[in-house]
């Protein structure tokens, strides 16, 4: 099996975000809005909601299908090109949310994988789903 290295991920900290790719897409989908006229209608409640149907619909695809393997291999390809779909509309307008309520999306997500390094220490969890608190001397999460 190929280990984490093998594959590009990272496994331990130090944690960062490509800060470039998440930034740039803030400001396309600003520019999208702004030449369309939206942003009227870009209110974080909306957003919010716009997002969670976004949501929906990725959930949609799943829906009373058989479990699958990860990668998909028994979905069709316009099956695949439609989670695709999905998928980029929940991630835009996630970002677009992020954005009207002045969150640095690409800081709190750093500062969110650390704290999960801190909650879930990869020699302590490893193989196992278990939330922190059931851990046996339970880890409480770090203050704020
Ligand atoms: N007021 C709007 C309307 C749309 N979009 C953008 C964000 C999403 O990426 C996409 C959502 O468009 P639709 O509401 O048409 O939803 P779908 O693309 O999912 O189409 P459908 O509902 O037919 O599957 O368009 C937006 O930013 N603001």
């Known amino acids: 099996m190929a280990s984490a290295a093998d594959e590009g991920v990272t496994p331990s900290p130090p944690w960062s975000t490509d800060t470039d790719s998440l930034e740039t897409l803030r400001r396309q989908l600003r520019g999208f809005a702004a030449a369309r006229e939206w942003d009227q209608f870009h209110t974080p409640r909306n957003l ?37 779909e999905e998928l980029s509309d929940v991630l835009m307008y996630l970002v677009r949310l992020a954005d009207k309520c002045d969150i640095d999306l690409p800081a709190a997500v750093k500062r969110k994988l650390e704290r999960n390094d801190e909650k879930y220490p990869a020699d302590r969890v490893r193989g196992s789903s278990k939330k922190y608190s059931e851990y046996e001397s339970a880890h409480t999460a770090p203050e704020e």
């Open 48 to 84: 919010a909601l716009a997002m969670v149907g976004e949501v929906g619909e990725v959930c949609e695809l799943f829906q009373w299908k058989a479990e699958t393997r990860p990668g998909l291999p028994d979905w069709s390809e316009r099956e695949r090109l439609r989670l695709g």
